[in-house]
């Protein structure tokens, strides 16, 4: 925490310029109050804003990523008032402090336009990472655990690649033999491909979450997000199993029907489970 402190005081004056620039070119200043939650469609580390008059009345609710609070309408923020001192320019930031509701490093921006106030939280993790000013400990973590990832990623790629290469050559060279049961030739073919697929959409998901587009995520369901769409990927690979599974009884033994009902109810079980995970990301 202390080291984090200390390297927002040293790059204050390039983190202060950086959010003025941002808030400038994409106009946040002109957003109205009730609207002021499109302010985090450009501001990745921003955790709330609200508006308030000169007095410091609190003029529109106070906007969180994912929800809004109204209940504090027309009341004075006194806290906001005490620690707020503007400069000429209009604007001010506060030193680093532990947040209430979250429980985490936080700064506060205020930026004077026409008659009101705008207050911008910062979450101050998210703030350094975001603008590369982290430590040299958290550098050589970030690309430590990059790197493994990488390698996990393009390992399972290769795996999913080969699964699929053999998977064709199988099917090729036995598609003409006499002896081969056709049928069990294209189940076994397509339950290694399906299986390839799946391989395959996992080290996607690895290296564009964790290695390519890492920065650029939300970081507070990134992890959440890519166990969704792992979890996607097996939902699939598992009805496309089961589909086959049911032609495969159709053709030789009914009463093995309920091995293939009981495939499709854990399918269903799952989906079930996955919208329930989805809403509360959602919620959260």
Do not use: C, W
């Amino acid at each position: 925490m202390k080291e984090l402190i200390s390297i927002f005081q040293k790059n204050r004056t390039d983190i202060l310029k950086h959010l003025m620039d941002t808030i400038e070119i994409n106009e946040i200043k002109n957003i109205k109050n009730e609207n002021l939650n499109e302010a985090f469609f450009y501001l990745a580390a921003l955790e709330t804003v609200y508006a308030v008059d000169e007095n410091y009345t609190q003029l529109s609710p106070i906007f969180n990523r994912n929800q809004k609070n109204g209940a504090y309408l027309d009341e004075v923020k006194k806290r906001l008032k005490e620690n707020t001192h503007l400069n000429k320019e209009g604007y001010f930031i506060s030193a680093p402090y532990v947040s209430e509701k979250t429980n985490k490093l936080v700064v506060t921006l205020v930026r004077k336009i026409d008659d009101r106030l705008i207050a911008f939280d910062f979450d101050l993790y998210k703030l350094m990472k975001e603008l590369r000013h982290t430590g040299f400990k958290e550098k050589i973590f970030l690309f430590g655990s990059k790197s493994i990832y990488a390698f996990i990623g393009l390992s399972l790629t290769l795996f999913a690649i080969l699964l699929v290469a053999y998977s064709l050559y199988d099917f090729s060279n036995n598609i003409f033999n006499n002896d081969t049961n056709i049928f069990q030739l294209i189940f076994r073919s397509a339950i290694g491909l399906t299986l390839g697929l799946a391989i395959f959409d996992l080290a996607k998901n690895l290296l564009e979450h964790e290695v390519v587009f890492k920065d650029e995520y939300n970081e507070a369901h990134g992890g959440n997000r890519l166990l969704v769409k792992f979890m996607i990927s097996i939902v699939i690979a598992l009805a496309i199993e089961s589909l086959m599974m049911v032609f495969k009884i159709a053709i030789s033994n009914y009463k093995e029907m309920i091995h293939a009902a009981i495939l499709i109810l854990s399918i269903g079980f799952l989906l079930i489970a996955m919208s329930q995970f989805n809403k509360y990301l959602n919620n959260k």
